[in-house]
Protein backbone atom coordinates (compact mmCIF):
# COMPACT_ATOMS: atom_id res chain seq x y z
CA UNK A 1 0.00 0.00 0.00
CA UNK A 2 1.36 3.71 -0.75
CA UNK A 3 2.69 5.06 1.88
CA UNK A 4 2.27 9.17 2.51
CA UNK A 5 3.84 11.54 5.00
CA UNK A 6 -0.05 13.36 5.69
CA UNK A 7 -0.46 12.76 9.22
CA UNK A 8 -3.00 9.77 11.03
CA UNK A 9 -4.96 12.27 12.44
CA UNK A 10 -6.03 13.91 9.07
CA UNK A 11 -6.30 10.55 7.71
CA UNK A 12 -8.89 9.56 10.77
CA UNK A 13 -10.57 13.02 9.91
CA UNK A 14 -10.91 12.65 6.08
CA UNK A 15 -12.18 9.10 6.06
CA UNK A 16 -14.64 10.41 8.23
CA UNK A 17 -15.58 12.70 6.62
CA UNK A 18 -16.22 10.75 3.41
CA UNK A 19 -18.46 8.49 5.05
CA UNK A 20 -20.41 11.36 6.17
CA UNK A 21 -20.90 12.63 2.97
CA UNK A 22 -21.83 9.47 1.46
CA UNK A 23 -24.23 8.59 4.72
CA UNK A 24 -26.05 12.12 3.84
CA UNK A 25 -26.18 11.33 -0.03
CA UNK A 26 -24.17 14.83 -0.35
CA UNK A 27 -22.09 13.25 -3.46
CA UNK A 28 -20.82 15.50 -5.16
CA UNK A 29 -19.19 17.17 -2.40
CA UNK A 30 -18.04 13.72 -1.16
CA UNK A 31 -16.94 13.45 -5.15
CA UNK A 32 -14.53 16.38 -5.13
CA UNK A 33 -13.21 15.66 -1.35
CA UNK A 34 -11.98 12.65 -2.52
CA UNK A 35 -10.15 13.74 -5.70
CA UNK A 36 -8.61 16.15 -3.53
CA UNK A 37 -7.84 13.65 -0.61
CA UNK A 38 -6.14 11.27 -3.18
CA UNK A 39 -4.33 13.71 -4.80
CA UNK A 40 -3.37 15.04 -1.49
CA UNK A 41 -2.15 11.82 -0.79
CA UNK A 42 0.06 10.81 -4.08
CA UNK A 43 1.74 14.14 -4.14
CA UNK A 44 3.22 13.56 0.20
CA UNK A 45 3.48 9.78 -0.85
CA UNK A 46 6.44 8.61 1.34
CA UNK A 47 8.80 6.15 -0.61
CA UNK A 48 9.36 2.77 0.75
CA UNK A 49 12.98 2.82 1.24
CA UNK A 50 14.87 -0.03 2.85
CA UNK A 51 18.38 1.29 2.52
CA UNK A 52 20.73 -1.52 4.52
CA UNK A 53 24.27 0.68 5.36
CA UNK A 54 27.72 -1.12 5.22
CA UNK A 55 30.05 1.26 6.88
CA UNK A 56 32.79 -0.22 6.08
CA UNK A 57 31.89 0.43 2.08
CA UNK A 58 29.89 3.46 2.98
CA UNK A 59 32.82 5.47 5.34
CA UNK A 60 33.45 8.63 3.98
CA UNK A 61 30.43 8.84 1.71
CA UNK A 62 28.25 11.75 1.39
CA UNK A 63 24.51 10.93 0.20
CA UNK A 64 21.83 13.36 -0.92
CA UNK A 65 19.72 14.11 1.71
CA UNK A 66 16.29 15.20 -0.57
CA UNK A 67 14.90 14.15 -4.35
CA UNK A 68 15.38 17.52 -6.78
CA UNK A 69 18.14 18.78 -8.84
CA UNK A 70 21.10 20.48 -8.09
CA UNK A 71 21.29 24.09 -9.34
CA UNK A 72 24.07 25.62 -7.39
CA UNK A 73 27.73 24.65 -6.13
CA UNK A 74 29.82 26.96 -4.65
CA UNK A 75 33.22 26.41 -3.01
CA UNK A 76 35.21 28.85 -0.01
CA UNK A 77 31.71 29.47 1.38
CA UNK A 78 31.79 31.20 5.23
CA UNK A 79 28.91 30.01 7.59
CA UNK A 80 28.24 31.62 10.83
CA UNK A 81 26.93 28.33 12.07
CA UNK A 82 28.28 25.83 9.81
CA UNK A 83 32.18 26.79 9.47
CA UNK A 84 34.77 28.56 7.19
CA UNK A 85 35.72 27.57 4.02
CA UNK A 86 32.95 25.19 2.74
CA UNK A 87 31.28 23.88 -0.03
CA UNK A 88 28.02 24.31 -0.70
CA UNK A 89 25.31 22.68 -2.72
CA UNK A 90 21.91 23.91 -3.14
CA UNK A 91 19.01 21.65 -4.40
CA UNK A 92 15.77 22.29 -5.37
CA UNK A 93 13.20 20.19 -4.54
CA UNK A 94 10.01 20.02 -6.94
CA UNK A 95 6.54 19.65 -5.65
CA UNK A 96 6.18 16.30 -8.11
CA UNK A 97 9.40 14.58 -6.30
CA UNK A 98 8.90 12.60 -3.14
CA UNK A 99 9.96 15.06 -0.62
CA UNK A 100 11.58 13.08 2.50
CA UNK A 101 14.29 14.42 4.16
CA UNK A 102 17.46 12.13 5.02
CA UNK A 103 20.58 12.12 6.56
CA UNK A 104 23.83 12.34 4.50
CA UNK A 105 25.43 10.17 7.04
CA UNK A 106 25.65 8.61 9.84
CA UNK A 107 26.24 11.65 12.55
CA UNK A 108 24.78 13.25 15.52
CA UNK A 109 22.50 15.98 15.74
CA UNK A 110 24.42 18.91 17.12
CA UNK A 111 22.12 21.94 16.29
CA UNK A 112 18.84 22.28 15.14
CA UNK A 113 18.33 26.11 14.19
CA UNK A 114 14.67 27.55 13.18
CA UNK A 115 14.86 31.03 11.79
CA UNK A 116 11.44 30.99 9.88
CA UNK A 117 11.09 33.89 7.69
CA UNK A 118 12.62 33.81 4.54
CA UNK A 119 10.71 32.07 0.89
CA UNK A 120 11.74 32.67 -2.21
CA UNK A 121 11.17 30.39 -5.62
CA UNK A 122 12.93 27.23 -5.78
CA UNK A 123 14.77 28.00 -8.39
CA UNK A 124 16.52 30.46 -7.49
CA UNK A 125 20.17 30.54 -5.82
CA UNK A 126 19.98 31.76 -2.94
CA UNK A 127 23.12 33.95 -2.43
CA UNK A 128 21.42 35.70 -5.40
CA UNK A 129 18.02 36.26 -3.27
CA UNK A 130 19.10 36.64 0.26
CA UNK A 131 22.24 38.71 -0.40
CA UNK A 132 24.38 36.14 1.54
CA UNK A 133 24.76 32.48 2.77
CA UNK A 134 23.32 32.92 5.93
CA UNK A 135 19.44 33.46 5.73
CA UNK A 136 15.72 32.87 7.75
CA UNK A 137 15.40 28.68 7.16
CA UNK A 138 15.80 25.72 9.33
CA UNK A 139 19.16 24.60 9.72
CA UNK A 140 20.10 21.51 11.39
CA UNK A 141 23.89 21.31 12.31
CA UNK A 142 25.43 17.17 11.94
CA UNK A 143 28.49 16.58 13.94
CA UNK A 144 30.48 13.75 11.98
CA UNK A 145 33.36 12.75 14.80
CA UNK A 146 34.15 16.34 15.63
CA UNK A 147 33.51 18.32 12.24
CA UNK A 148 30.09 19.84 11.30
CA UNK A 149 27.95 19.18 8.35
CA UNK A 150 24.89 21.53 7.70
CA UNK A 151 21.31 21.53 6.16
CA UNK A 152 20.01 24.67 5.37
CA UNK A 153 15.77 24.35 4.69
CA UNK A 154 14.11 27.28 3.13
CA UNK A 155 10.44 27.32 1.71
CA UNK A 156 9.29 27.93 -1.29
CA UNK A 157 6.39 30.34 -1.71
CA UNK A 158 3.91 27.86 -3.20
CA UNK A 159 5.15 25.35 -0.46
CA UNK A 160 5.41 25.02 3.23
CA UNK A 161 8.27 24.73 5.92
CA UNK A 162 9.60 20.97 6.41
CA UNK A 163 8.14 18.89 9.42
CA UNK A 164 11.38 17.80 11.04
CA UNK A 165 11.45 14.53 13.92
CA UNK A 166 14.93 14.81 15.06
CA UNK A 167 15.96 17.09 18.37
CA UNK A 168 19.78 18.03 19.19
CA UNK A 169 21.28 14.99 20.52
CA UNK A 170 19.77 12.32 18.63
CA UNK A 171 21.57 10.38 16.78
CA UNK A 172 20.83 8.54 13.64
CA UNK A 173 22.86 6.01 10.50
CA UNK A 174 22.94 7.32 7.57
CA UNK A 175 19.96 7.77 4.45
CA UNK A 176 17.40 7.58 7.38
CA UNK A 177 14.19 9.61 6.92
CA UNK A 178 13.96 12.56 9.58
CA UNK A 179 11.31 14.22 8.03
CA UNK A 180 9.87 15.62 4.86
CA UNK A 181 9.38 19.15 2.60
CA UNK A 182 5.99 19.50 2.17
CA UNK A 183 5.29 20.31 -1.65
CA UNK A 184 9.28 20.82 -1.98
CA UNK A 185 11.52 23.66 -1.87
CA UNK A 186 15.20 24.34 -1.45
CA UNK A 187 17.51 22.60 0.31
CA UNK A 188 21.24 23.65 0.97
CA UNK A 189 24.03 21.22 1.89
CA UNK A 190 27.61 22.43 3.31
CA UNK A 191 30.75 20.37 3.72
CA UNK A 192 33.74 20.92 4.58
CA UNK A 193 36.47 21.42 1.77
CA UNK A 194 38.39 18.51 2.43
CA UNK A 195 35.66 16.55 0.44
CA UNK A 196 35.77 15.68 -3.14
CA UNK A 197 32.67 16.68 -4.67
CA UNK A 198 31.37 13.71 -7.28
CA UNK A 199 28.15 15.77 -8.54
CA UNK A 200 27.54 19.26 -10.85
CA UNK A 201 25.46 21.51 -11.85
CA UNK A 202 21.87 20.55 -13.04
CA UNK A 203 22.49 16.92 -11.98
CA UNK A 204 19.42 15.37 -10.81
CA UNK A 205 19.62 13.47 -7.87
CA UNK A 206 18.14 11.14 -5.69
CA UNK A 207 17.52 10.88 -1.29
CA UNK A 208 19.88 8.03 -0.07
CA UNK A 209 21.32 7.06 -3.13
CA UNK A 210 23.01 9.49 -5.44
CA UNK A 211 26.57 9.94 -3.73
CA UNK A 212 27.14 13.77 -3.47
CA UNK A 213 31.23 13.47 -2.07
CA UNK A 214 33.94 10.75 -0.70
CA UNK A 215 36.86 11.56 1.17
CA UNK A 216 39.70 11.35 -1.03
CA UNK A 217 41.52 9.05 1.18
CA UNK A 218 38.61 6.29 0.97
CA UNK A 219 38.19 6.25 -3.11
Given at each position: ??????????????T???????????????????????????????????????????????F?????K????????????????????????????????Y?P???????????K?????????????????????????????????G????K??????????????????????I?????????????????E??????????????????L????
Amino acid sequence: MLKSYLPARFNTFATILILLLWILGLYKTLTILAVFYICLYIVLRKSRNDFRDDPVSTKGVIFSPANGKIIHIEHNVSHGFYGEQLIEIQIMIPWWKEMGIYLPLSCEIKNLIRIKGHSFFRYLKVAEVLGSNEGKGIGLALDNRGETIGLTFFKCKLGFWPELMIMPGDRGGRRVNIGYFPFGGTVVLYLPKKYEILVTTNDEVNAGETIFAVLPENT
